[in-house]
């Protein structure tokens, strides 16, 4: 079966997952990290896509970004993939593959999942082990969000805003989310969401989103024929 075409809608906010070809490692030090942030903010920057949360993991990263075009996000991801495999390879006298494979990626509905998924993001550290606090993970997102470091990667988006008057609200209201964490039906669907490819959000959402594009936005049942997307119904 022909895989679907990635789903990619300007002006929403995308999860992205990467990962290394066998679960590789895709960093070994601190230099290969920060020379993947630098990547992604200069292409950021050059393709039109803003970043609001991100993790650098042993071996896949995370990324909650909106895109200003269609192609604004799959450009950016080419670019820094072909240019980090090159820096990785050289720099570790290493051929070949990195990457398993295309990066993965679903759109989320902001009111419902953003800042869902920007404590999932967040919590990977914590889930992995690694640490037991996500402040203390250095590579993410998190310190910038709750007010511990200034990340030029990171562009806050609108609804982390409302979260409180001045800054030091909004940093409070949100580690409060973040140590709270999420419930493991909102974890599942951001996980598999992201996986699979499919839109996540309400049923008025996936409406309004199949009406942009003329890609499938949420699994339908084996054998039915496509219909047209003003006419689909969407499973709540």
Known sequence: MARLPRLTVPGYPHHVIQRGTNRQRIVVDDLDRQRLLDLWHQHAQAFGVTIHAYVIMDNHFHLLATPETAQSLPGMMQAVGRSYVRYFNLRHGRTGALWEGRYRSNLVESERYLLACMIYIDLNPVRAGMVADPKDYRWSSHRHHIGLASDKLVNQHALYWVLGDTPFGREAAYAAMVEAGLSPKDREDLTQSAMKGWALGSKQFMVKIQKDTPRRV??????????????RSVPN
């Open 218 to 231: 949420h699994k339908g049942q084996a054998g039915r024929p496509v219909s047209n997307p003003r006419n």
